[in-house]
């Protein structure tokens, strides 16, 4: 948490709004990391899924990479880096979907 969102007073540490919202969001994301994960692994259990369990997972594989995108935006944005993002690279693997 850095220290221009936080303010003192009378002992007592009261977050911005912007990083209150932040926490909650990342919560959020969180949360639904986990809903998509287990979904992915529910459709990886499947011995011969459906065309539309395998639209549906690759449904899951997109929204987490928005996910990622989001948090990664987050970051830059909390550590001050300005100017667009231009590059994202990482690897899903059958697991993440």
């Given at each position: 948490?850095?220290?221009?969102?936080?303010?003192?007073?009378?002992?007592?540490?009261y977050?911005?709004?912007?990083?209150?919202?932040?926490?909650?969001?990342?919560?959020?994301?969180?949360?639904?990391?986990?809903?998509?994960?287990?979904?992915?692994?529910?459709?990886?259990?499947?011995?011969?899924?459906?065309?539309v369990?395998?639209?549906?997972?690759?449904s899951?594989?997109?929204?987490?990479?928005?996910?990622?995108?989001?948090?990664?935006?987050?970051?830059?944005?909390?550590?001050?880096?300005?100017?667009?993002?231009?590059?994202?690279?990482?690897?899903?693997?059958?697991?993440?979907?």
């Amino acid at each position: 948490m850095s220290m221009n969102c936080i303010q003192k007073s009378a002992g007592r540490v009261y977050l911005s709004a912007a990083e209150a919202f932040t926490q909650a969001r990342i919560t959020t994301l969180r949360d639904e990391i986990a809903s998509l994960r287990q979904a992915g692994h529910l459709y990886l259990l499947k011995k011969h899924p459906r065309p539309v369990d395998t639209i549906a997972n690759e449904s899951r594989r997109i929204r987490l990479v928005g996910i990622q995108e989001e948090l990664l935006k987050m970051k830059l944005f909390s550590s001050g880096v300005q100017g667009p993002i231009t590059t994202l690279t990482f690897k899903l693997s059958p697991q993440n979907t």
